[in-house]
Each structure stands twice: as C-alpha cells, then as structure tokens.
C-alpha cells in the first residue's frame, strides 16, 4: 500500500531573472544607435559576479535550483550546451577590462568609489552620479526579491560597478518597465505555456516596442528560430529550434534567468495515482485530470530484484522490490506499470 504523501516539484517553465533595458537611450546595457550591441560585456560581467548558488541555498533555503537559461535543466526542452557564468569576481572585473571599460581611479582596484565607466568614459547607469538602478520590489511585497536586489547590489559593488537596488511599489515597476524607463529590473514569470510561446513573448522583436519583450530584444537568428518552432507540426524541428533558442538567450542575456522556485504540493497516493508536472510546475493541470486513476490495490505484485542467499554475521545488505500494479487505461485496456515511492513491509 502507498500511504498519503507530499511532493516537491522544481518548476519546469517559471523564472525569476535580473531583466536590462538593451535599448539605445541606455546604450551601456545593450544597442548603440548602429544596431551594435555593445553592453554586451557589461552583461556577462554581471551574470559572474552574481552568486545565484548562494542565493538558492541562503534565501530560498535550497527550495530552487540555479538557472542558466529560461528553460530549466529538469525540462524535455533544455538545452545542455547552454552558456554559464560562474560566480567568478575576477573573471568579471577581466571582462569590463578587456571590452576597454574605465576606472575612475586608473591603477587602483576596482571597487566602491573606484567605479567603472563606458569605454568613452561615460557613466554606465542613468541615474545622478551615473549610478545603475535595479528595481526591485520591497520587502513587504515580497521578502524574497528585496533580498536578492541588496545582495546583487552589493556583488556589483565589490567589482567596481556603481549600482543600487531600489526597492519601489510593485505597480510602479510595472508602469516603468511597460514605459521602457529602467536600467535593470527583478522579474518573476510564472508560465503556462511551452517554450515556443513564452521566448516569442518575452524575446522577440516582434514584441519589443509595445508588448512583452521589455529589454527590447533584437536578435534576427532567434526570431528565426522562434518562428519556425511555432509553425512546424514536426516535434523533432520543433525541440531543434527551441534548444538553439535558449542558447542564444543565455549568451546574449537580456534577461539573466537567477533560479526557478521548487513547488511543494501534497496529493493522496492512497487515492489517486497518474498525477503528472505540467508546464507551469503543477502537479494540477489538465494532463492530470486526463490520467487520474484509481490504484489497483487489488492486483499489487512485489517481487525481488535482487536476491540474497547469505549474508554475513552483523552486516547489511541492501533489497531491491519492484512493485507493480495493474491499471485499466481509459481505452479500456489493462496494463501492468511500476510503482513509485510504494510502501513495502516485509515479515521475517
């Protein structure tokens, strides 16, 4: 028998990410008035100076898993090759050294009040002082993303970058980033539909003017792709298409995707058996509604796969037990399919 149980689920789609305004009125972030983007290292250099690592395990108290790419590595969809950027403050402070970014104080290392400027010596941010903005809901609203924007503030800091996190109303965030008027904000996107349709709405040029796609976005090769992914019926194009996609976003980082939060749900196992993880993270969505069954307790079989004939005096052995059930599918057929996580007792 299966006796109640929870579940943690760590979400497939939904992110919380660091977002950049890429537009030419904030050119250090992203294009200049060519088209070029030459915020580029400004952007790597920042995703390695982030220790999402220690954001998952101090502020989300390991309920999360880091993030490389708007796909997470649980999902069908993710691509392995996907670019990471290690927490590595040298390499970070390499970078901006290398794209031809500035010291306020030449010679000195960089850090707070030795700032770094754009390679023509123009403050990076927008704000009085040059200072870079991360709009950041407050703590009230959610204590979460109030600790994250300080502690990347302050990871931004240390390598000699001039920003703030500023804490604001959560509707004010909505209205300046639906204007277009930031440097860098914190997201969180909670998502219930697949890859084709989420990196259109957040990444395609398509949607950077009045839509969606708030860091203005701009990448001929991905719109390409995207396209394609949701035209084709052929699933092998389509999974193609989507694994390029994310790559592409994880290089060029409009959005740096930090972590995706862990679900915890509880189901009755002694009930109902064919729960299955949706696309928003969910064990209650429609394909499980579809597969709820009723366990077959009636037609249980366990059995040994691993056998011992001996063991010796005061030592252990370990015991492998499949247990399998039989299932009436809703053609009205009957199947035999292990169980997990089943309960077994054994008698000596």
Same mark, same amino acid.
């Given at each position: ?63 999360? =898993? ?7 590595? @649980? $999902?069908? &969809?993710?691509?392995? %090759?996907? #670019? ?92 300046? =980033? ?7 904000? @914190? $997201?969180? &996107?909670?998502?219930? %539909?697949? #890859? ?92 499980? =509604? ?59």
């Amino acid at each position: 028998r299966r006796p109640p149980r929870s579940t943690l689920i760590p979400d497939p789609t939904p992110f919380r990410s660091l977002g950049y305004n890429m537009r030419p009125e904030r050119r250090s972030f992203g294009y200049n008035e060519n088209g070029t983007d030459v915020g580029k290292p400004l952007r790597q250099a920042i995703a390695h100076c982030i220790d999402k690592q220690t954001i998952v395990q101090r502020i989300l108290q390991n309920f999360g =898993i880091v993030a490389n790419s708007p796909i997470s590595e @649980i $999902s069908k &969809w993710y691509n392995e %090759s996907t #670019p990471k950027y290690p927490f590595d403050p040298a390499e970070a402070k390499n970078i901006l050294e290398r794209a031809g970014y500035r010291l306020t104080k030449p010679g000195q290392e960089p850090g707070p009040g030795n700032w770094w400027l754009n390679p023509d010596g123009s403050p990076i941010g927008n704000s009085e002082g040059g200072k870079i903005k991360i709009l950041t809901p407050p703590a009230d609203y959610d204590p979460i993303h109030a600790q994250r924007g300080l502690m990347m503030a302050k990871q931004m800091q240390d390598i000699g970058l001039n920003a703030d996190s500023i804490a604001m109303d959560f509707g004010m965030i909505t209205a300046l =980033i639906q204007d277009r008027d930031f440097d860098m904000y @914190i $997201s969180g &996107w909670r998502i219930g %539909s697949d #890859p084709q349709d989420f990196l259109y709405a957040f990444f395609h040029s398509d949607n950077a003017q009045a839509a969606q796609n708030y860091p203005g976005y701009s990448n001929e090769s991905f719109d390409e792709l995207i396209d394609l992914a949701r035209e084709t019926d052929d699933e092998d194009v389509r999974m193609k298409c989507i694994l390029e996609a994310q790559s592409s976003i994880a290089y060029d980082l409009p959005y740096d995707v930090l972590y995706f939060r862990t679900n915890i749900e509880a189901y009755r196992s002694d009930r109902f058996v064919g729960w299955v993880t949706g696309s928003s993270g969910s064990i209650y969505n429609w394909r499980s =509604i579809l597969n709820l069954r009723p366990p077959s307790g009636k037609w249980l079989n366990a059995r040994f796969v691993n056998t011992v004939s001996a063991i010796e005096s005061n030592n252990t052995v370990d015991i492998e037990v499949q247990v399998t059930g039989l299932y009436k599918n809703p053609d009205g057929t009957i199947s035999r399919e292990p169980i997990k996580d089943a309960f077994v007792q054994l008698n000596v």
